[in-house]
């Protein structure tokens, strides 16, 4: 009988030790990545942030991890750019638990007052037709693909690019952004938490799974996209305060990235 208890090195990822778990794929050979220096833990055992494999993975290992991410509680993404942040630990974990005090809609809500408050009024034509009114979240979409199948896909393409993989210890991928300490989005949002709520409203209302993440990058693909314009233009909307530069260093206005990102089964955010 094949011994598939988890590795010790994967165990001291949990806090229980990795009690339970288990992990029926072959595990390349890799390294568990600690914290910056200066992290204190917030009040809680430090623990190694993640595990990232030496070499590039391929799309056949993402998938197996993923396969066993029921057994293993190990959520598996590509990391992109790893000499930094992650080679250098350039993280600073965060209490999943504390994402529960958020919403999507709060968080556009709150974004959407700061933002246009501080735009001049000629500018507010790039969030046509809202204004500066917060249209709130968009409506759910409608499954077009099983939600794993489309993940799998999008990291079987972007494992093209050679990226090594990252296992972290969490149940869904938004919470695995605020446990490895990814830090992304800094410039626009000091906080990773309530962006993490952001994303699992949208693993829940797009079928979103997230897939990689970079220095300043975050992708993400979806199995329920928008497919018509009205639809498209309201999700660009909530891109917009999750990731303004996506629109304003991209097509520039509302109307232009929903053309972008109608029909799509990935969405790519990017930070300056």
């Known amino acids: 009988m094949n011994d598939h208890r988890l590795p010790r090195e994967l165990c001291r990822l949990f806090p229980d030790g990795g009690r339970g778990r288990s992990l029926g794929a072959p595990l390349p050979p890799g390294d568990l ?37 029921p057994h293993s509680g190990l959520w598996p993404l590509l990391l992109d750019e790893s000499a930094q942040p992650w080679a250098v630990g350039q993280v600073m974990p965060d209490d999943p638990r504390q994402i529960d005090h958020f919403t999507a809609e ?15 009024s000629d ?10 009114i917060c249209p709130g979240p968009a409506p759910p979409g409608a499954l077009k693909a099983d939600p794993e199948a489309v993940a799998e896909w999008y990291a079987g393409r972007l494992a093209e690019k050679s990226m090594p993989l990252g296992l972290v210890a969490a149940p869904r991928g938004a919470d695995a952004l605020a446990v490895m300490g990814w830090q992304g989005a800094l410039h626009h949002n000091e906080w990773m938490v309530p962006m993490a709520a952001v994303v699992r409203s949208w693993e829940e209302r797009f079928g979103a799974r997230v897939v990689a993440v970079g220095f300043n ?16 233009l309201h999700v660009a ?5 999750f990731c303004p530069d996506n629109v304003v ?18 969405w790519s955010f990017w930070w300056d």
């Open 33 to 69: 990545v600690w914290p910056d220096p200066g992290y204190t833990g917030q009040g809680r055992p430090i623990l190694p942030a993640f595990w990232m494999s030496d070499e590039p993975a391929t799309a056949e290992t993402w998938a197996l991890m993923r396969a066993w991410h």
């Open 237 to 241: 909307a909530e891109h917009w305060t």
């Open 123 to 132: 500018a507010l034509d790039e969030l046509e037709p809202f204004g500066a």
């Open 217 to 232: 990058t975050l992708e993400l693909s979806v199995a329920a996209p928008p497919v018509d314009p009205e639809h498209a």
């Open 106 to 120: 709060g968080f556009m809500a709150e974004v959407w007052q700061e933002w246009v408050a501080q735009m001049p």
């Open 249 to 266: 260093q991209g097509p520039g206005d509302l109307q232009g990235y929903a053309e972008q990102i109608i029909g799509g089964h990935s």
